[in-house]
């Protein structure tokens, strides 16, 4: 009677109902006034178990679905167990395993999935233990297997593909299996470009990666995917490519306003350009959307640290990492509400664990070498610098290398060395202009400044570009050229205040110049880009480091890299 009461409850998923009508019977049993025998026990035990879980109680759930299984194994024991369903005991076991997951006890996870026999692993199991054997790390092997298993039932378990090609397997390997298990491979055109995209990414290629995945955007194939644009966006996020990957954000966002998948990557964007408002929008948005995702969170943190309230950011970093404790950017948004509290040597452990976790991942990188830089332990910060150098050669991270080489005057040439291979590998990469131009600069090296900056504004002229051109003219003596660009450089941006008040003094100096006898303005020139050879040594050229970098990679100010 009881039994069929709260069977019916469990159907009608009354789970309130189906834990005290349970808790009830299993009382009455124990007082003899109810003569359940031990199967009917087992399989009430079940309901309550599935009604806690379903409830979110994790720890309860757990309890009674060991409960449970000692009354199994008892039964099995005195040959009475042949009655009760072998697929219940299985999903009993990924129920039970789920509330390991949320009670943060991987080990136990693993081991009560393990202890299902391989013939009766279904697709779900095999692929819960393969993300456990990968996340625990140290059993790759093991995990290969699983996510194998995985595509022979279900060879389109994209979950599955990002897993062997993250674990090292080739792309062809993957999608050799993956048609092998295919009865027909009609409207799958797509699936090659996606399956060497992905493995690009696993590789760190993300530039390739990126341009592979952006070759399905067309309309004949994928365009306007969500999830494909989720994937163009972090590839792009991940090469450096910001303003690129802050386009693609935007679609997604335009697209599938409940998108949360990667959305921290974004509100990251949206922080470093100190996009207030609509960081707040993003934030709100997604906090709407789940509570149970570390993305909201993160995105929410980002907002805080952008209006200084820092308490509020680490909270909101802690959420993040209790919900994903792999979350890098939750880890780094910990690190920089350290920074910002002007407790470097708080921030170093976060930046390290981020390193760690994603050592592909730039931003750690660059926030561990600011760390150590504020910390003045400038060992430690060229280290950081010559290792990402070294892992990931690219312009970027030969930038960072220099910049923290030319703090040291014994080490200036290297640096500019660094910044010669950094725009070598890429022509146009502004940051690493703009430092080699600042080094040009305090070796009064004025012409080959110029020459560069000149090369880089006929291929795209920013008003920075522009700003600092019209400086060294000016330094020249040269007031009409330098009055020129600084008047570019205000039509591109108006707000550009270095070009506003640098303009005012040119038309001071033009006056002024004026009233001077012609040999007194030339013998000044002269004196002027002719400097003595003392004031031609080699120093040190101080950069003021910027975790944040709200314009540029390395800034500290909103115009970017600064000399003192």
């Known amino acids: 009677m009881l039994y069929e009461q709260i069977q019916s409850l469990y159907d009608l998923k009354l789970y309130d109902d189906v834990k005290v009508l349970a808790s009830i019977a299993l009382t009455l049993c124990e007082h003899g006034q109810e003569q359940f025998g031990q199967t009917i026990r087992y399989q009430i035990l079940c309901l309550q178990a599935d009604a806690f879980f379903y409830s979110n109680q994790y720890k309860q759930a757990e309890m009674c679905y060991r409960s449970a299984m000692q009354i199994r194994k008892l039964l099995k024991g005195k040959g009475k167990g042949q009655n009760i369903n072998s697929q219940a005991e299985v999903d009993m076991k990924y129920h039970l395993h789920e509330c390991y997951i949320h009670l943060k006890q991987t080990k136990d996870a693993i081991q009560i999935l393990e202890s299902i026999s391989a013939k009766q692993r279904s697709c779900k199991v095999n692929l819960a233990l393969a993300t456990l054997y990968q996340k625990a790390g140290g059993n790759d092997r093991s995990a290969v297997t699983a996510y194998k298993e995985v595509l022979r039932e279900c060879p389109l378990s994209l979950s599955a593909v990002n897993g062997l090609l993250s674990l090292g397997v080739k792309s062809q390997e993957v999608e050799t299996l993956i048609r092998s298990s295919l009865t027909s491979s009609s409207s799958l055109e797509w699936l090659t470009l996606w399956i060497r995209g992905q493995g690009h990414f696993a590789s760190n290629e993300f530039s390739t990666a990126a341009t592979t995945l952006s070759a399905l955007d067309v309309p004949s194939l994928l365009y306007g995917n969500v999830s494909l644009l989720v994937s163009i966006g972090e590839n792009q996020f991940m090469n450096g490519d910001y303003s690129a990957a802050t386009a693609t954000f935007k679609r997604v966002r335009n697209l599938d306003r409940m998108c949360v998948a990667k959305m921290d990557l974004y509100a990251h964007l949206l922080y470093r350009e100190q996009c207030t408002t609509e960081l707040e929008i993003l934030s709100l948005s997604l906090i709407q959307v789940t509570e149970t995702s570390p993305e909201p969170w993160i995105a929410l943190g980002y907002y805080n640290l952008l209006l200084k309230k820092l308490q509020r950011v680490s909270y909101f970093a ?39 976790l994603a050592p592909f991942r730039f931003e750690a990188f660059r926030y561990l070498v600011g760390a150590y830089i504020s910390c003045n332990r400038m060992r430690e910060a060229i280290a950081a610098a010559s290792e990402i150098c070294k892992s990931i050669p690219s312009a970027r991270t030969y930038t960072l290398y220099a910049i923290v080489l030319a703090k040291d005057s014994a080490s200036v040439e290297k640096a500019k060395s660094f910044l010669g291979k950094a725009i070598k590998l890429d022509p146009f990469y502004l940051d690493a202009v703009y430092a080699l131009v600042e080094i040009l600069q305090t070796q009064q090296q004025y012409d080959a400044a110029i020459s560069l900056l000149q090369e880089q504004i006929n291929h795209s002229p920013t008003s920075r570009l522009h700003q600092i051109l019209a400086e060294l003219l000016r330094r020249k003596k040269d007031h009409t050229a330098a009055f020129d660009h600084f008047a570019k450089a205000l039509r591109l941006d108006p707000s550009n205040s270095k070009a506003t008040s640098g303009l005012m003094e040119v038309e001071k100096q033009g006056t002024a110049a004026t009233d001077r006898a012609p040999d007194e303005d030339s013998s000044d020139n002269e004196e002027h880009v002719r400097p003595s050879r003392a004031s031609r040594s080699t120093q040190a050229v101080q950069f003021e480091f910027d975790v944040s970098g709200s314009e540029g990679e390395f800034d500290l100010l909103p115009e970017g890299i600064v000399f003192n």
């Open 318 to 356: 802690q959420k993040a990492v209790e919900l994903d404790a792999r979350n890098v950017d939750g880890i780094l948004l910990k690190g920089l509400a350290f920074l910002e509290a002007k407790e470097p040597k708080k921030s170093l452990m976060e930046f390290r664990e981020a390193i760690r």
